[in-house]
């Protein structure tokens, strides 16, 4: 009698011990099944997002693109390797070289960017090509008024900077949400320097101060999107003295653009977070007394404008796609 009751016990324990063993595979199972599924849906959304952000479908309005505004100097080398990738990208409406060289732009040259651009251009796309001619030689061209832009915005670049084209229709869209700001990839910062007299100065700090703090109130137009407003503003409402310092001393005039936005709409700058591959050598920020020359920069602006209008913030804006750890 103990012996069969004992033989039920076991065997009850070992049913219950088997049914315990079961549950617990299929709620593996079925958490390992989820997560596939999870998975799975996210990559399907990625690409539907991803071909959404490049071509709107269905009833939605097509989106308008942007104009390349890109400075060059005796680089004829770069400036065909720029224009050749960017010609690429899918929102390029239309590229405008800013030309301050007291040669004007060879036919070939002419001739050769046309090619490529046709070449590399996507889905049949026609992207206009304009040289602006500048008489004088100064840092101020680059920002002078084009009054038959194609498009609202431009991105303003360097001939030595690339950005893959993924990089730039994602700052694009950044600046479609917020199109009064400055939205790009090259962040700066300023701080507040007690001097020997008491006074309030101004010091202009580069990336490793960006990096360290996390805090930034600018960002450099040798890679930024804003709306071709500024160009103007720039051009007839900036002070004069502004253009001359930076005609005079042949820098900052990135700092002024910056200056300019931020006192439009008292706020801060967006920064995006991009790979920059650079293709031709340092340039000026490599040089000593960079940054103190910045510094003065930036006081003399201060004082022109009466008053600081820079911004600092520490938002910066990651594409989520290509992130998978937050």
Known sequence: MRTSLFSRRTIRQGALSAVGSAKIKLMLTCCILFM???????????????????????????????????????????????????????????????????????????????????????????????????????????????????????????????????????????????????????????????????????????????WWTGTYSMILSKAAFFHKKYLSMYTYEMPSSIREYVTKNRNCEDIAMSFLVANATGAPPLWVKGNIFEIGSTGISSMGGHNERRSECVNQFVAEYGGMPLVSTSVKAVDSRFCWFW
């Open 36 to 210: 596939l599924i999870a998975l799975a849906s996210r990559t399907a959304s990625f690409g539907e997002w991803k071909q959404f952000a490049v071509s709107p479908r269905g009833s939605s309005p097509p989106r308008r693109g942007y104009t390349l505004l890109i400075n060059t100097w005796k680089r004829n080398d770069l400036l065909k390797q720029s224009i050749s990738h960017y010609a690429s990208c899918p929102g390029l409406d239309s590229i405008h070289i800013v030309w301050s060289e007291p040669d004007a732009p060879s036919e070939s040259l002419i001739k050769f960017l046309n090619h490529v651009i046709k070449v590399n251009s996507k889905g049949g796309r026609e992207i206009e090509l304009r040289f602006d001619i500048n008489k004088e030689d100064s840092l101020n061209n680059r920002f002078k008024e084009i009054k038959d832009l194609k498009s609202d915005v431009v991105f303003s670049i360097d001939d030595d900077i690339i950005f893959p084209c993924s990089t730039v229709e994602f700052a694009f869209s950044v600046w479609q949400s917020a199109p009064d700001t400055m939205v790009g990839f090259v962040p700066r910062v300023h701080w507040i320097h007690k001097s020997n007299h008491g006074q309030n100065e101004f010091i202009y700090s580069g990336w490793w101060s960006v």
